[in-house]
């Protein structure tokens, strides 16, 4: 029974409507996302403007995969990218998110909405792990970028701000940078698990 509805789930996953559906809900994501980071780009030295939005640029990568995937295409550089940096910020925020109620209390409607969009990030990523079809190296470049932006952020201080929390922000980067390298691994799983499914 539980194969029977696995099969359903990844045939509604794999349909080309529902791959349209979530193209379009990630593509409206991206914009609110980049919209969001409205205020801090404004503050932000226009060098770093690259690595200051990183939940709209993780979604961007997504819609890019996405669209890739409506049109029989694999990018698989920029599959790699959507794959470590959904996971990766996606849980990033939950976890931000959550420290704030605890830290200063209540977050309110729209710090639940975030919690909410953020997990379905991550989410998605999981289940489109049948779909991916990235190498060691995409995995490499799409680390080091990772690795990259993670000393933009935790040296030069760009990281999203949270001000309830930025007390924290040594902490917040040592455990950040082990959640990069946890993604990081997860895809090499990923390089793995698609080469066993291909050996049968």
């Known amino acids: 029974m539980v194969s029977l509805y696995l099969s359903v789930l990844r045939t509604i996953l794999d349909h080309k409507l529902f791959l349209i559906v979530l193209f379009i809900v990630n593509v409206f994501g991206t914009i609110y996302g980049y919209y969001w980071y409205g205020s801090q780009l404004e503050i932000t030295e226009p060098k770093f403007w690259l690595f200051v ?11 890019i995969a996405l669209f890739g995937w409506i049109i029989g295409k694999h990018f698989r550089l920029i599959e790699a990218f959507a794959f470590i940096s959904l996971i990766k910020y996606g849980l990033w925020a939950v976890g931000m998110n959550i420290w ?13 909405m975030l919690v909410a969009s953020h997990f379905a990030m991550a989410v998605q990523a999981v289940l489109y792990i049948p779909k991916y079809r990235f190498r060691w190296i995409h995995v490499l470049i799409a680390a ?26 040594q902490l917040i980067g040592y455990l950040t940078f082990w959640l990069s390298i946890c993604c990081i691994l997860a895809a090499i799983a990923v390089i793995k698990k698609t080469k066993e499914s291909k050996a049968y």
């Open 53 to 63: 939005p990183d939940s709209p640029t993780a979604s961007l990568f997504f819609s």
């Open 100 to 112: 704030s109620e605890i830290e200063t209390g209540p977050i309110g409607p729209i710090g639940w």
């Open 144 to 169: 080091i970028f990772t690795l990259h932006n993670e000393m933009i952020d935790y040296v030069y201080g760009q990281m999203p701000i949270y001000r309830s929390i930025e007390q924290h922000a």
